[in-house]
């Protein structure tokens, strides 16, 4: 199994463009989850989702959007890029069940400039 | 709002010896407790859960304990070595929906041979 895969690793955005940061996982995870991670801070969360067609928002969602069409995809959508959106961003899944462990992709640097 | 906080921000210590890392959280209806590794510019490992049902959860040289009613969490770390050097994120999930992961800003451990 590859676990929570995200691509691209890197990118650097201009001002008031748009992007998708795209996160696969193949474990048939029910539950997805989309964090950011500023320098020397913990993570907070943007977004997340219980199955296929359901998704809410978490701590920070302003200046973001997801979709959850299938169970393996969730893409996060960054429609107006501005500055304080330069962060990494983590995507990570669970099963939903028992536990609940999350685990977690090996994320997305991205800089606005 | 459950708030979580690690202490000490960093730490550096000499090889071989064992070590403790505080989290603490302020709301203590949680589902459980997950302590992660990350590693500079790389995602997160997930090192132990605690369920809050459990008292303390142990994987080789690492021994997490979990106590609700006080709002704290430690994780132990035995003779330590170069190679844990890391920072570790603390995390909680409320007990309304265990899926919503709230993070502590992290301890910066060096272990120095």
């Known amino acids: 199994n590859a676990g929570v895969t995200q691509t691209p690793k890197f990118r650097i955005l201009k001002i008031g463009q748009s992007m998708t940061l795209q996160c696969t996982q193949d474990?048939?995870?029910?539950?997805m989850y989309w964090y950011r991670q500023d320098p020397g801070m913990g993570l907070k969360l943007i977004y997340y989702s219980v199955g296929a067609g359901i998704t809410d928002k978490g701590e920070v969602p302003n200046g973001y959007n997801v979709s959850r069409s299938t169970t393996e995809d969730f893409p996060l959508r960054l429609e107006l890029a501005a500055p304080s959106q330069t962060s990494v961003y983590f995507c990570?899944?669970?099963?939903?069940?028992?536990?609940?462990?999350?685990?977690f992709g090996p994320g997305t640097r991205l800089t606005v400039l | 709002k459950q708030e979580v906080t690690q202490i000490p921000a960093a730490l550096s210590v000499p090889e071989g010896e064992n070590l403790v890392l505080n989290c603490s959280f302020t709301?203590?209806?949680?589902?459980?407790l997950q302590w992660f590794r990350q590693d500079p510019g790389k995602g997160l490992t997930s090192l132990l859960l605690i369920q809050s049902s459990q008292r303390e959860q142990t994987s080789g040289r690492l021994n997490a304990s979990l106590d609700k009613s006080s709002g704290r969490s430690t994780l132990y770390i035995a003779a330590s070595q170069p190679g844990d050097s890391a920072t570790y994120l603390c995390a909680v999930s409320p007990s309304s929906s265990g899926s919503r992961l709230t993070f502590g800003e992290g301890t910066q451990l060096t272990v120095n041979p």
């Open positions: 474990m048939n995870h029910n539950y």
């Open positions: 990570a899944s669970s099963p939903g069940t028992s536990k609940n462990e999350q685990f």
């Open positions: 709301d203590s209806a949680i589902y459980n």
